[in-house]
């Protein structure tokens, strides 16, 4: 009987929780944004969540409107822009922020940064990008970056388990998630973008990803942002996985 009671009054409170985030999303224009992006991402505690491929903060931002992470790591591969995010965040306890690109071995590599620097990448980008998006995507320069494996980041940031990993690399995705296996039972949530078409050379399509996640535990459980390339055709979303 206790524990019926109890289950009563988390189901009250879980209830009351999402009630208070829908009247909030109707008068707070920050929030209602936030709210709408990450509203596929399952309702838990996250406490530790690792941003990869932060750019300018636009996701943490967001993430920051909903909940209140213990730690939470911004990993970005742009020297600039990683300078760019100490200065925003340094007062903020529990936020640190990593200079690197996130992928399948520690090291160095050639990241190439696009005119639009949110598409840059350490794959090479499809020419086809420009007339997918209409927009000039072609790469502006290429520079030498640190590379790390998310066992190194988990190891370095002292990170026994990861509540939400996401990632936004441009096609690395799959770099990171194959050169992290050994680390996956060790994450609870991966909100990542996915591929209709070949965007980045080397990178996975949904099909590809899905599976593999699968084969790992990981559950799809919502897709957001979804884009269309200006023919009309499906292209890119973000993706939300749970662990089973």
Not at 5 to 15: I, L, P, V
Not at 45 to 70: C, K, M, W
Not at 138 to 161: F, H, N, Y
Not at 217 to 238: E, M, P, Y
Request: glycine letters at 6%; aromatic letters at 8%.
């Amino acid at each position: 009987m206790k524990r019926s009671t109890e289950a009563r009054t988390d189901s009250k409170g879980a209830f009351a929780a999402r009630l208070g985030q829908q009247i909030r999303s109707l008068v707070d224009k920050q929030y209602r944004r936030a709210y709408r992006n990450l509203r596929h991402l399952p309702r838990r505690e996250y406490r530790t969540v690792i941003d990869g491929g932060a750019n300018r903060g636009s996701f943490t931002d967001a993430f920051l409107q909903l909940h209140r992470p213990e730690r939470l790591i911004l990993v970005e591969a742009i020297p600039e822009l990683a300078q760019a995010l100490r200065s925003r965040y340094a007062a903020k306890p529990g936020i640190s922020i990593v200079g690197a690109a996130l992928s399948d071995r520690n090291g160095t590599a050639p990241f190439e940064i696009n005119r639009s620097d949110a598409s840059s990448s350490l794959l090479p980008i499809d020419p086809r990008n420009s007339q997918w998006f209409s927009r000039d995507l072609r790469v502006e320069r290429t520079v030498d970056v640190p590379t790390m494996t998310l066992p190194a980041l988990m190891d370095e940031q002292g990170l026994q388990t990861v509540d939400l990993l996401k990632l936004d690399l441009q096609g690395a995705e799959k770099l990171v998630l194959t050169g992290g296996e050994a680390v996956l039972d060790r994450v609870r949530v991966i909100y990542t973008e996915i591929f209709f078409e070949q965007l980045y050379a080397g990178a996975w399509l949904f099909g590809e990803m899905n599976q593999f996640l699968a084969a790992h535990r990981f559950k799809l459980c919502g897709l957001s942002n979804i884009v269309h390339a200006a023919d009309g055709d499906l292209v890119q979303a973000n993706a939300t996985f749970r662990k089973l």
